[in-house]
């Protein structure tokens, strides 16, 4: 028979277990359902392989005695912490509860997050972090700003080591929004989360706009204007499904390569893709459906979709094999670069060549955008960023080249002069400095000029440039691409490009870091 002293320790562990399970009481509970939310136990569950979550440092406690906190208790200090599988795979875990003192972040609430960042970088995970929160516990002071500093230097510090995901679920203010920033992928969910560093009644006051949290900063505006978020769920259920789909895409850490799934081996392409592209380089298509056709159905996974539409950018598998695409999208501003494209592209790149993801490039652009805005505001400078992103990536690199690829942006995207290993050209290619019409109005001026008949010679001398220029064939005849293909031929040649170079080692200079074009 047990001991009836070690049954009362028992019989207590259990209850304040149990009173630890309660959250932030039953009403604060309905009242978070009650508002389309999950609390913030309900969102692991969902997100985790079911029996897998172990919490750690579910007894911590707040130390404060500023405000008769003191005389409060705020269970596990409003953050639950932990492990957890997702499909197999292992993840650090925490999330915030709004039920507990509206998920505030004070000292231990902080330092809870601080350890399970420290302890996912030991163990080389990827760590998700579910964000609801009223922000920093005002009544903890200076401690607070510490917690802060001290989750975006574990942030900084884990930036290329391990994937860092972030989901907001509720509300994300001041300081607590650099946190999601600094990770990899930020995922909002709509109508219940906003972020933003100074909220609408401060706006009001100081610059007299009148805006609400939405507008200001909810999901739809940071999915589509900001570029802040980079997709936007419709539920918190949804939110973890997106998690799940991420991390089935990316490895644990940056020592380790994605795991191949049971991918389509087969190199054949409908033949409708010849259907699809116009060799007219000002006739638009969409080049989601070239991606959809030449990768394993169904698993392109687009990341920020609403944001800078003319470049798409997102996951996808060739033959089980994962890896991270970039293309201009002709339906969009013809495909041509912008600051905003420019941003998404080169950040994406950064992150793929981080965590060992093959990177295969569509090129279909006239060039970089033309205007007084884009020039006032940097274009040169945030251009700058995709040149020096996919020159310092080192991972396999393999461009495709549909139509158009004019002047600076066919360099900026993925050429061999930056690195790609494998460069094809589909036979509607169009290599040259800039497009026929510019170039023969330039080169052929006097000609047209003197012409009799100005408007026929300038066709006739456009026709003569094309023939000249605007192809494959010089760009193939000089080296600069590995082959003019087909484009039924295109998986099959991306395939075997990905399988070449699978074991590329390309060595840098030896530095600290570079310094790229912010």
């Not at 459906?289 to 950018?313: C, H, M, R, S």
């Not at 996808?316 to 501003?333: D, E, F, W, Y």
């Amino acid at each position: 028979m047990s001991d009836p002293k070690f049954l009362e320790k028992l019989e207590d562990y259990n209850k304040r277990l149990q009173k630890l399970y309660e959250c932030g009481g039953k009403d604060k509970i309905e009242k978070q359902h009650s508002n389309g939310k999950l609390t913030a136990r309900e969102r692991i569950e969902y997100l985790v392989d079911e029996g897998s979550f172990e919490e750690v440092d579910i007894f911590v406690k707040h130390r404060s005695t500023n405000f008769d906190l003191d005389k409060k208790q705020f269970p596990y200090d409003g953050v639950v912490t932990g492990f957890g599988k997702v499909n197999g795979k292992k993840i650090a875990i925490f999330s915030q509860d709004f039920t507990v003192q509206g998920g505030s972040l004070g000292e231990m609430h902080a330092k809870k997050i601080i350890k399970i960042q420290d302890l996912a970088m030991k163990y080389g995970m990827p760590i998700v972090g579910i964000n609801d929160s009223g922000g920093a516990r005002i009544q903890e002071g200076v401690d607070a700003l510490y917690g802060y500093g001290g989750i975006f230097y574990r942030n900084t510090l884990a930036s290329g080591v391990i994937p860092q995901i972030t989901v907001i679920s509720g509300p994300c203010a001041g300081g607590a929004v650099y946190s999601p920033a600094i990770t990899d992928f930020t995922i909002m969910v709509d109508k219940t989360s906003q972020m933003f560093i100074t909220g609408p009644k401060v706006i009001k006051s100081v610059t007299n706009e009148d805006v609400d949290g939405e507008s200001l900063g909810g999901a739809s505006v940071h999915n589509s204007k900001s570029g802040v978020a980079h997709l936007k769920a419709s539920d918190d259920k949804q939110a973890m499904e997106y998690v799940k789909k991420l991390l089935s895409y990316i490895p644990s850490n940056n020592l380790e390569t994605v795991a191949d799934d049971d991918g389509d081996f087969s190199f054949e392409i409908d033949k409708k893709i010849y259907d699809i592209v116009s060799p007219d380089p000002k006739k638009a298509y969409d080049i989601k459906e070239l991606i959809g056709l030449i990768f394993d159905e169904g698993t392109f996974f687009e990341i920020q979709p609403d944001y800078a539409k003319n470049i798409v950018v997102g996951f996808a598998r060739i033959s089980g094999k994962s890896v991270g695409i970039i293309a201009n999208q002709p339906k969009q501003l013809a495909g041509s670069l912008d600051i905003n494209a420019s941003d998404k592209a080169s950040r994406f790149i950064r992150f793929c060549d981080a965590f060992n993801i093959p990177i295969i490039t569509f090129v279909d652009t006239p060039g970089y955008l033309p205007g007084v805005g884009q020039e006032h505001d940097g274009i040169i400078r945030h251009g700058a960023k995709l040149l020096f992103a996919y020159s310092e990536s080192t991972v396999p690199k393999v461009t495709v080249i549909i139509r158009k690829a004019y002047g600076g942006a066919y360099i900026a995207m993925a050429s061999q002069h930056l690195g790609s290993d494998f460069v094809f050209a589909w036979p509607t290619a169009e290599i040259a400095v800039m497009g026929p019409d510019g170039a023969a109005n330039i080169i052929f001026a006097k000609d047209i000029e003197n012409s009799k008949e100005p408007e026929t010679t300038r066709k006739e001398k456009i026709e003569e440039y094309k023939k000249q220029f605007a192809n494959p064939y010089e760009a193939a005849a000089k080296g600069y691409i590995e082959d003019v293909i087909d484009p039924a031929a295109t998986r099959a040649k991306i395939a075997m490009a990905l399988d070449v170079s699978k074991n590329k080692a390309e060595p840098r200079p030896a530095k600290k870091h570079g310094n790229i074009p912010l």
